[in-house]
């Protein structure tokens, strides 16, 4: 009868942490002014203890590679036999670098008679010492749920993990589409657990009055288009800024409620450009509209804007001079024979449709602004239905007398008109050069905006107080602010304001 082999005898020693590279060292009490036990010296005939155990690095201390220090001597300190680690669904454990070496490490009770794998140390007796509880801020080898570790360095080789605290997953490959450092979407922009900050207020498009406008403030129908003509397709809205020198422009076009609400098209035009370059450069502002009952008269608002726009351009040179010089009258007689040509074509074009002569028609507002920040003039024009108005002061002015009177005490007052209105028909022909102060502001305004400005005094009052102070609003904040609705005012409105630093 073969007879097993004898099993080792128990160790007389307190029993150590598991994987500790001192394990073979018996614990002794030692002076405070002796050494510690890595700075010792072998002594002669002293053997080499047992290579690191399973999972560990032989040039790294402990706490670097899964285990915090533990201390090896005095009752109470040891740990419970170890694991085997697990190749199980959970997979083996994250936190551990695969091992180092496949040699099984020394025993000093001689080779081992197990195969397929390394040796591990015998397990303490269970009368060894108090209970032998393994402490909970050390894994298990195979463990599927990560547990919390103390903090410790990370480098070459070295476990990683995250830096999020207790209970933090262990950091593994960065998910496919994102880059190996890209912090995760969850934590960029805010910490954890705290909201992102609130961005700046959208403006909104409110009304004004007692009672609400009949229709809604957003699109509704769009209007209906040919194949053969998609580029007379107009969009809902036009939005346009600039800054030059010590003033700011902002304009923009809006489709009115009622044209919204039955899928027409926008009937207003707008339409900026500069002409030249340097201070010899002009900036032109030129709007049109008129009644939405007319008929063709968004094509007329389009080709009344373009041909005052070409003939500026082409005589960009002489009014910058003039502008620059002052010279009033010979501004005024310039725009007023450029004006005309745009309505002369108007009238030819009607007569070509059977139409009467002022049957296709809009009225038309432009605005000319020199690049010069040593010029200060602001030359304004135009014809028909609209409006100018400066706002000086907190105060709204009426540059345009004649064309309507107020109604209440926040209306603009009609300022005096320097210049005669002249010009056949279409309301006569409307010039003002002005010189601008700092904290000017200009407007001007298409019909569908120049009503309620000069019938409505909460218009004014509202817009005197959003522009009065601070900074001029940005093209958003315009937008709404020439959105301000009132009942009975569902007209395509078009508008553009000049600050003045």
Not at 58 to 86: D, H, K, N, Y
Not at 193 to 204: D, M, Q
Not at 250 to 272: I, K, M, N, P, Q
Not at 372 to 391: E, K, Q, S, Y
């Amino acid at each position: 009868m073969t007879v097993p082999p004898a099993l080792p005898p128990e160790p007389t020693e307190p029993p150590v942490p598991f994987g500790s590279p001192h394990a073979s060292e018996p614990p002794t009490h030692r002076a405070p002014d002796d050494p510690a036990p890595d700075d010792r010296a072998p002594g002669p005939g002293a053997t080499p203890g047992p290579a690191p155990a399973y999972g560990a690095s032989a040039e790294l201390p402990p706490w670097l590679w899964g285990a915090p220090p533990a201390r090896t001597t005095g009752p109470g300190f040891g740990q419970g036999p170890p694991q085997a680690p697990s190749n199980g669904p959970a997979g083996p454990d994250l936190g551990q670098d695969p091992p180092a070496r496949s040699a099984a490490p020394a025993s000093p009770q001689g080779p081992s008679t197990r195969s397929g794998g390394p040796d591990l140390p015998p397990a303490p007796p269970a009368s060894a010492g108090p209970s032998h509880r393994r402490d909970p801020s050390v894994r298990d080898a195979g463990a599927g749920a990560p547990q919390a570790l103390p903090a410790r360095p990370v480098g070459p080789g070295i476990p990683q993990e995250t830096a999020a605290g207790a209970g933090a997953p262990a950091a593994g490959p960065p998910p496919p589409g994102r880059p190996p450092h890209a912090a995760p979407p969850e934590s960029a922009g805010a910490p954890p657990g705290r909201p992102p900050a609130p961005g700046p207020e959208r403006p909104t498009v409110s009304h004004l009055g007692d009672r609400a406008p009949t229709y809604a403030a957003e699109p509704g129908a769009l209007p209906a288009a040919d194949p053969a003509a998609l580029g007379d397709l107009t969009p809902d809205t036009v939005l346009e800024g600039a800054r030059y020198g010590t003033y700011t422009l902002r304009a923009a076009s809006v489709r009115g409620d009622s044209a919204r609400y039955r899928g027409e098209a926008r009937r207003d035009c707008l339409l900026t450009a500069r002409f030249g370059s340097g201070d010899d450069a002009l900036v032109l502002v030129v709007l049109a509209g008129g009644d939405r009952a007319a008929p063709g008269v968004g094509e007329a608002a389009v080709e009344l804007c373009h041909t005052v726009a070409a003939a500026v351009g082409r005589s960009r040179e002489r009014l910058a001079d003039d502008i620059r010089a002052g010279r009033r009258e010979a501004l005024r007689s310039g725009l007023q024979r450029l004006t005309d040509r745009g309505y002369g074509r108007l009238r030819t074009r009607a007569a070509e449709l059977g139409l009467p002569e002022d049957a296709r028609t809009a009225g038309l507002r432009g605005l000319l602004l020199p690049l010069d920040p040593r010029c200060p003039h602001r030359v304004c024009f135009g014809a028909g239905p609209g409006g100018v108005f400066r706002l000086r002061a907190g105060e709204w002015q009426d540059l345009e007398p004649g064309t309507g009177s107020p109604t209440g005490p926040g209306a603009a007052p009609a300022v005096p008109e320097p210049e005669p209105v002249t010009g056949p028909g279409n309301g006569g022909f409307r010039f003002r050069a002005s010189v601008a102060r700092p904290g000017d502001t200009l407007l001007l305004c298409s019909g569908g905006l120049a009503e309620p400005m000069r019938e409505e005094a909460v218009l004014p009052a509202e817009l005197a107080a959003r522009w009065s102070e601070g900074e001029p609003p940005g093209l958003a904040a315009f937008l709404a602010d020439t959105q301000l609705r009132l009942k009975g005012y569902a007209a395509d409105r078009t508008a553009a304001a000049v600050w003045e630093a």
